[in-house]
T-cell receptor
């Protein structure tokens, strides 16, 4: 089954800790994205990557870091510098090109600071 | 700056009562406009892509249309299982990032 997998589904972080959220896709997509969603709000872009070993900051990149060492994987690290990390995190991937560029999403990771 | 505004924020319908959701956008050269459905606690599920003004797409009770400034998602004779948040997003020609609106939360009462 082709798809995009996020893990874990729920994650708890203590103050001052870094945590890494996993995102894997087997759709052979070049582009991958990380979004943050807060209650009652739309999706805000954290980082995106169009190709291996390259990524760009989105609107709210401060306090986050990413890597893209493999086409299939785009992990997100929430660092201790992120002041309010409690949120629902969504990873997505899409094909490049002029058509069929819709993004497909994972089922999300809910991060809570305890 | 690319912007997406969805209205209304919330919509309550009776089963069978047709209505429309609006997505207004400004983008420097539209590559595509996307509609998604999101259930609580889940990732968004892709519904439609529209590429040019005048284009329409249909799927069951849903129909999406596009003009140069906005898109509508028409829901005909909705059922309770259509209750969800509907998200609109745009993608510009000059980059690959997708900009989302805040969504419309639809509730269909039996």
């Amino acid at each position: 089954d082709g798809g995009i997998t996020q893990s874990p589904k729920y994650l708890f972080r203590k103050e001052g800790q870094n945590v890494t959220l996993s995102c894997e896709q087997n759709l052979n997509h070049d582009a991958m994205y990380w979004y943050r969603q807060d209650p009652g709000q739309g999706l805000r872009l954290i980082y995106y990557s169009q190709i291996v070993n390259d990524f760009q900051k989105g609107d709210i990149a401060e306090g986050y870091s990413v890597s893209r060492e493999k086409k299939e994987s785009f992990p997100l690290t929430v660092t201790s510098a992120q002041k309010n990390p409690t949120a629902f995190y969504l990873c997505a991937s899409s094909a490049q090109g002029q058509v069929n560029t819709e993004a497909f999403f994972g089922q999300g990771t809910r991060l809570t600071v305890v | 700056e690319d912007q997406v505004t969805q209205s209304p924020e919330a919509l309550r319908l009776q089963e069978g009562e047709s209505s429309s959701l609006n997505c207004s956008y400004t983008v420097s050269g539209l590559r595509g406009l996307f509609w998604y459905r999101q259930d609580p606690g889940k990732g968004p599920e892709f519904l439609f892509t529209l590429y040019s003004a005048g284009e329409e797409k249909e799927k069951e009770r849903l129909k999406a249309t596009l003009t140069k400034k906005e898109s509508f998602l028409h829901i005909t004779a909705p059922k309770p299982e259509d209750s969800a948040t509907y998200l609109c997003a745009v993608q510009a020609r000059n980059n690959n990032d997708m900009r989302f609106g805040a969504g419309t939360r639809l509730t269909v009462k039996p």
